[in-house]
């Protein structure tokens, strides 16, 4: 009777019955009472707002920590943190080095005059030859994901034990441009990389230049790269690079993501070389070089 004379949003015959029930025993209010369904008082804009600025105060405060300030759950929080403020716990991302206003201002200067180079010189970057040294190790462990393992769900989940690099090593200077290597060797076992060993490496990178790239030589116009480690910035190098008019790209300080090798060249080379074990450094070396080791053809 009440759906045809209000229509399909009236009460059914049950519900209200079940009402007029209710309201013979005594209650006389229509409002629901307070049950696990309804919707919590926790993640108010309020509360909301004081867990933003309590954890804004310290970032590094755990989900523990904000629940005993605040007065609430742990579970409410995390749900504040996650879901209303959409926020997560990271680790920290390593650098090098905190740079100050002046080095951040000089690294964008010495980004923007490589950007006008390129514009100024379409053929700019097949100019240069950048180089940099790196470790070479008898074993160096392989990655967590070299050695990931397909598994069937009822199958054990593989495992491996802790390993740690040996200490037979050694160190790999090379030098390479648009079209390939140009001149790697090898630092004698026991030699330091100082100012006059890396002035006899660079006069060997210019002999190779004159042999590899002809052109380049003949024209002079090629450019050096390398990265600011103490080694190459020495008075000693310098004068070197100016007497033999070797023009060299800027580096600022603290830039790995500025040298090539450090993203180009070392990251492809060494996950090769990773797991596997050699005897001796003449090994190492002998599989860099081409001429012992079948898996040469990795790193050409």
């Not at 000089?106 to 180079?117: D, F, G, I, N």
């Not at 040996?166 to 200077?173: C, D, H, V």
Request: aromatic share 8%.
């Amino acid at each position: 009777m009440l759906k045809e004379a209000f229509g399909e949003q009236a009460l059914s015959q049950a519900r209200t019955f079940e009402w007029f029930k209710r309201f013979k025993d005594g209650r006389e209010s229509v409002e629901d009472h307070k049950h696990s369904g309804q919707p919590s008082t926790c993640t108010t804009l309020e509360m909301i707002a004081k867990v933003h600025d309590f954890i804004l105060e310290d970032r590094r405060q755990t989900i523990s920590d904000v629940s005993n300030d605040v007065g609430l759950s742990y579970r409410s929080c995390q749900r504040i943190l996650v879901d209303e403020l959409n926020m997560r716990q990271i680790a920290a991302k390593f650098v090098p080095c905190f740079l100050n206003s002046d080095q951040r201002d000089h690294q964008a200067q010495v980004c923007t005059e490589l950007q006008k180079a390129v514009r100024h010189d379409p053929n700019f970057l097949s100019r240069v030859i950048t180089g940099d040294e790196s470790w070479l190790y008898n074993y160096d462990p392989e990655t967590k994901q070299q050695s990931s393992q397909w598994k069937m769900p009822s199958s054990l989940r593989p495992k491996r034990a802790h390993q740690v690099r040996n200490n037979i090593n050694s160190i790999l200077i090379i030098f390479f441009g648009f079209r390939g290597i140009v001149h790697k060797e090898f630092v004698p076992h026991g030699q330091t990389v100082n100012g006059n060993f890396y002035c006899k490496v660079l006069r060997r990178l210019r002999e190779n230049v004159g042999r590899e790239r002809p052109e380049m030589w003949k024209n002079g116009h090629w450019l050096l790269h390398h990265d600011n480690a103490p080694t190459h910035a020495l008075l000693l190098v310098r004068e070197f690079l100016a007497k033999n008019n070797m023009t060299t790209v800027p580096h600022h300080s603290y830039s790995p993501d500025l040298a090539p090798c450090n993203f180009c060249m070392f990251p492809k080379m060494k996950p090769q070389l990773k797991g596997q074990s050699f005897i001796s450094i003449e090994e190492i070396q002998a599989i860099e070089t081409g001429t012992k080791h079948t898996n040469t053809s990795r790193l050409q």
